[in-house]
């Protein structure tokens, strides 16, 4: 039985009292220290210091949603590796659609970061997707090859244990946003699988985001290919994420 990763970034959403709230509610549930899967939650920035104090000691990991490629300098509004480390957080993502779309986020700022992260003992989860038009014009999977060659470019083979990528296909993310079908998923996740091996000299754990629920979750976190999820929206709410993730454990034990 394989042991998923399942998490949910919050993006712009909740205030230092309502992540608390939120924490605090994952802290009860005996699912934060479960060892049939790796949760994770990513707060705001304001917010990391408090959750992670909170889910202290419990096997929950808590990440930061961006990071700055130095250490320190004259980077008006950005934040830092040692920041993030010193704020409690495990893991950072990295190259959101989101960052990439609006912010300037490019493969090579992404490669930079994600050997800031290693360097300083962050797991880097490297978010890869393809567009509606790559999408349909059926290049989704040279256009993954390129980012995850980029991002894997300067780690290479210190990767393992150190990066996660996590598929989501922009069409997908949002509201209105269409999941994958499970199996169209899996089979981008397998050719991952052997591109991170090749660069990384293993499989790099492959999770899929994209309008993620409770109807999909157990399909998707089913297939062979997908070593977890990484959620939106349908894990805002503290039972919402915890459903989540006993469903899947549920399910994965019937199939195991």
């Avoid at 949760?39 to 990440?63: H, N, T, W, Y």
Wanted: with cysteine.
């Amino acid at each position: 039985m394989k042991t998923p990763w399942i998490g949910t970034s919050w993006k712009m959403n909740k205030t230092r009292a309502e992540a608390r709230a939120f924490a605090e509610a994952l802290k009860a549930s005996p699912l934060a220290n479960t060892t049939k899967a790796q949760p994770f939650v990513i707060p705001p920035f304001p917010s990391i210091a408090d959750v992670a104090e909170i889910l202290s000691g419990a096997r929950v990991k808590v990440g930061a949603q961006n990071m700055h490629w130095a250490d320190q300098g004259a980077w008006t509004g950005e934040v830092s590796p040692l920041m993030v480390r010193d704020c409690g957080a495990t893991l950072v993502e990295l190259g959101h659609s989101e960052r990439r779309a609006h912010f300037g986020e490019t493969d090579e700022t992404v490669a930079r970061k994600v050997a800031a992260a290693v360097r300083h003992g962050l797991t880097a989860l490297v978010c890869i997707g393809d567009t509606r038009g790559e999408h349909e014009a059926g290049a989704t999977a040279d256009v993954l090859a390129k980012q995850t060659r980029f991002a894997l470019r300067d780690v290479g083979k210190a990767a393992p244990g150190k990066v996660i990528i996590a598929y989501e296909p922009v069409w997908s993310i949002g509201e209105g946003g269409i999941p994958a079908d499970p199996g169209f998923a899996n089979a981008q996740h397998a050719k991952l699988k052997g591109l991170t091996a090749e660069i990384a000299g293993q499989p790099l754990p492959i999770l899929y985001g994209g309008s993620v629920n409770p109807r999909n979750c157990c399909d998707l976190a089913a297939m062979p290919d997908i070593d977890g999820l990484f959620i939106g929206r349908s894990a805002w709410d503290p039972s919402g994420y915890i459903g989540i993730i006993d469903a899947v454990i549920k399910r994965l034990g019937e199939t195991s």
